[in-house]
């Protein structure tokens, strides 16, 4: 029989895929952060649209 505090169709309960979703949330924000520093280092040491 179906477990009825799993949600489908991940089979994760409700805590489980809050806890997935607030990891890929902090992987995307550090990622946005790399991204962002990447961006700037290349622009000091490249400067384009100048």
């Not at 949330?25 to 961006?39: E, P, S």
Request: charge should be negative; hydrophobic fraction near 45%.
């Amino acid at each position: 029989m179906a477990d009825p505090n799993k949600v489908w169709p991940t089979g994760l309960t409700e805590a489980e895929s809050e806890e997935v979703h607030r990891h890929l949330i902090q992987g995307t924000q550090i990622f946005g952060m790399i991204a962002a520093l990447a961006h700037l280092l290349a622009y000091i040491y490249s400067p384009w649209l100048k």
